[in-house]
Structure formats: C-alpha cells, structure tokens
C-alpha cells in the first residue's frame, strides 16, 4: 500500500520496555497500517528516531475569549479578596466580536502549536457581552479545523436566576450553535435553581454539561451531590462534567472516597484546572496555604473519568500560561505528590483518553481507522513526557502536518 504519510520508527503509549519502533501508516486523513517497517511509498515520511507518538492531546476546559486581557484590567493589588470575576467583568464592554477572535486565535494558536487537535471552551453570556463572545469563538471553529476540532461550552459566569436576560442568553447561543451547556453557581444566589435550570437546558436541547462547581476552602454545601442526583433522575450519566471542585481538597480521604463513589455511580466526570484552583486557592490564609487542588489520582482509583485542562490564560483569573496541556498535567501530578510511574501515566491520560472519554470522542486513540490526529514528542514514553513537560516536535490534523517544531541542539565549542 502506498501512503500519504509514514511515522517511521516511533514508539506507542502503551509499548513495553524492549519491543520494536513501529511506523504509522496514514492515507486519506485516517491511520491505514501501524506494524514495524511499512512497505510502499510515501508522499511524507517524518523520521521518529524512537521518540513517542500519541493521538493529539484533549483541552477540556479553556476560556477563549477572555484570554489576554491582564492589559486592560486592574492590577492585583493583594492577595484576598481576590476578584477575579469582577475585574473581568468591568472589561467586558471593552469585548468587540473582532477582539475576541485576535486574543481567542492567538491563544488556540498557542494550543494547538503544544499538542492540542480536540478542544470544548468555555463561553459567557450575560447582559454586558451578549452574544459577542460566542460569535467571535464560533468565528474560529471552521476557520481552525485544519488544525483542531473546537466545541463551545455556553455558560453564565455571573448568576442565572439573579441576572435577568441571562437566561435568554444562553437559550439563544443553544440555538446558535453551543453544543454543550455550563454552569457557575457559586456566583448565583440561588445556586440550586441555576443548576436545575440548566439540566433544563440539556434536556430541552439534547446537550452535554459541564458546570464549573464547588470552588472553595471548606467542603460544606457541596452542590456536587445535586449535580450527581439530576444526572441520575435524568439518564444524564456520562454526559456530565464538573470542573474545580477544589472544595474537595479540604475533605479528609475518606469524605473525599464518598463523594468519588457517588460521583462514579451517576456518571459524573471532574476536571482540574491546576493553574487557576493554585493561584486562586488558599486566599483565606497568611501563612501555610493549603494547595487547593484535588487529588485526581485518588478519585480516578475509584472510578472517576478525570480530565486535567488550562483554563485561564492571561487574564485576572490564571495571569500565566502558554496553552501547553502537558504542562499543566507536569504541575498537577507535582501539585499532589504523585510521582510513581503508574500515578505519573495516570495523570497523563488525563490530557488524552480520560479527557477524550469526558468530551465522549469515539474515534480518539492510535488505532488502524481512527482519524490521525497525531502528535510526535521529544521523549520515548508518557511517563517520560509528562516528567520533563517534552515538547512537540510535530503534530498533524487527519493526517496532515499542522506543527513543526526542531529538537533543541547545543552549539558546543
């Protein structure tokens, strides 16, 4: 068979210690053979040199629209309260369908160039953006699918039931092309109602959730077990994330086991966002702060689907990053203390088939027809990877080249 491109000598996640590099065969788009030293010709061949070959990492739960804008908004000038929500809220009149597609290109640029081919961000509407947020993001969708496959998670970041028009809102960007439906009631003042309401809104449009939940230091009020309870009521078992959760942190173990088997049982994933829970976490404090982030490795023992994702970028809420998911995986298994091999391949597949099982990716995986998303690492394994935050030095969409990057070369005397 001939091919469109060949990964030669490349190794799989789950190769053992010892066994031969593989090639990648791909043709039209889809992976067509993987087995030691492919035949036929090639109109590309990229050579491997043993390095690691995974399918394209899963962002899970970015803001877009909101990245880099820490020019434009107040300077932090202490460490609580910490208003993060309020200093982006009294910028977004400055929110033009334009600006958002500059900032929101840029920062899926970023991601894309580390390894991102499948991403669900997060979008707001309320009164003061309307709909400008959702039109710049969805601008990107077919303007960047030669490179990665973009979702739109639409989510009222300032109160539902307490913010009137929201809620209309979010109706409109489900009609518009949202396809999956969000939630933030730590900022509603009836955290109940909005929850309930936005069940609501995935039964009425046949869509998935993913709310942002449970921020906090004390682990009283967990609205995660509502949550669970209307997942189950309504058949919404897999189709339901949770994101934050840092409420969890504060819990003894075996409190936290509880919450981990309920969130099992009715099918509820949970994503961390490592950054923003450790920038934002522990404000309470002046001296020993606690870490404010949830031992996905604990829960993911228990059956847990987990994902580990960015978040914020640049802006009030995470005034870091770059859009690399490896390094956000680096800081959360370092974060917890997991550093055993199967801890540290745990976390790990938390940025690639936990996360893909999250978004319900079907076709996800290193695997003769699946699509051949694809990514080449500067390291021979995942553990590896993740311990040294590798860099990608190639990535292809459905088959086709999309990152290039040159392993790094010392100039010796």
């Known amino acids: 068979m001939d091919y469109d491109l060949v990964l030669r000598e490349v190794?799989?996640?789950?190769?053992?210690?010892?066994?031969?590099?593989?090639?990648?065969?791909?043709?039209?788009?889809?992976?067509?053979?993987?087995?030691?030293?492919?035949?036929?010709?090639?109109?590309?061949?990229?050579?491997?040199?043993?390095?690691?070959?995974?399918?394209?990492?899963?962002?899970?739960?970015?803001?877009?629209?909101?990245?880099?804008?820490?020019?434009?908004?107040?300077?932090?000038?202490?460490?609580?309260?910490?208003?993060?929500?309020?200093?982006?809220?009294?910028?977004?009149?400055?929110?033009?369908?334009?600006?958002?597609?500059?900032?929101?290109?840029?920062?899926?640029?970023?991601?894309?160039?580390?390894?991102?081919?499948?991403?669900?961000?997060?979008?707001?509407?309320?009164?003061?953006?309307?709909?400008?947020?959702?039109?710049?993001?969805?601008?990107?969708?077919?303007?960047?699918?030669?490179?990665?496959?973009?979702?739109?998670?639409?989510?009222?970041?300032?109160?539902?039931?307490?913010?009137?028009?929201?809620?209309?809102?979010?109706?409109?960007?489900?009609?518009?092309?949202?396809?999956?439906?969000?939630?933030?009631?730590?900022?509603?003042?009836?955290?109940?109602?909005?929850?309930?309401?936005?069940?609501?809104?995935?039964?009425?449009?046949?869509?998935?959730?993913?709310?942002?939940?449970?921020?906090?230091?004390?682990?009283?009020?967990?609205?995660?077990?509502?949550?669970?309870?209307?997942?189950?009521?309504?058949?919404?078992?897999?189709r339901v994330a949770i994101g934050h959760v840092s409420k969890l942190a504060s819990m003894p173990p075996a409190d936290m086991d509880k919450v981990a088997r309920r969130l099992s049982d009715s099918g509820v994933a949970l994503t961390v966002l490592t950054a923003t829970d450790l920038y934002l976490g522990g404000r309470h404090v002046e001296h020993n702060v606690p870490r404010n982030v949830v031992d996905l490795n604990r829960l993911h023992q228990a059956g847990v689907v987990c994902s580990v994702a960015s978040n914020n970028i640049l802006n009030p809420f995470t005034p870091f990053g770059d859009g690399q998911l490896l390094r956000q995986a680096n800081m959360q298994a370092i974060v917890t203390q997991r550093g055993n091999d199967d801890e540290v391949r745990a976390v790990w597949d938390m940025t690639t088939t936990q996360a893909a099982r999250l978004m319900r990716l079907k076709d996800y995986g290193v695997a003769v027809g699946a699509p051949a998303d694809l990514v080449m690492l500067d390291a021979s394994d995942p553990i590896t990877a993740l311990r040294t935050v590798a860099p990608v030095l190639a990535a292809f969409k459905r088959g086709r080249r999309t990152v290039t990057r040159e392993p790094v070369r010392l100039h010796r005397p």
């Open 11 to 238: 190794r799989l996640v789950d190769a053992r210690p010892g066994e031969p590099s593989v090639d990648v065969g791909v043709k039209d788009g889809r992976i067509a053979a993987i087995a030691p030293r492919l035949g036929g010709a090639a109109k590309e061949e990229v050579p491997g040199g043993g390095r690691l070959v995974c399918a394209g990492f899963v962002e899970t739960h970015i803001h877009l629209e909101k990245s880099c804008i820490l020019g434009r908004c107040d300077c932090e000038t202490k460490r609580f309260p910490h208003l993060a929500m309020e200093r982006v809220s009294a910028v977004k009149h400055t929110f033009s369908v334009e600006d958002v597609i500059e900032r929101a290109a840029g920062t899926l640029e970023k991601c894309i160039g580390h390894g991102a081919t499948r991403m669900r961000t997060h979008v707001e509407v309320d009164p003061k953006i309307g709909l400008r947020g959702l039109e710049g993001v969805k601008a990107l969708i077919d303007r960047y699918r030669w490179a990665i496959d973009l979702e739109i998670c639409v989510m009222p970041q300032e109160g539902l039931t307490n913010n009137p028009g929201t809620d209309e809102l979010m109706v409109a960007a489900l009609k518009a092309g949202a396809t999956v439906v969000g939630a933030a009631p730590n900022y509603d003042t009836d955290r109940a109602a909005q929850i309930r309401r936005v069940f609501e809104m995935a039964r009425e449009f046949d869509v998935d959730v993913d709310m942002h939940l449970d921020s906090g230091a004390s682990a009283e009020e967990l609205d995660t077990w509502l949550v669970c309870d209307l997942t189950e009521k309504y058949g919404w078992g897999g």
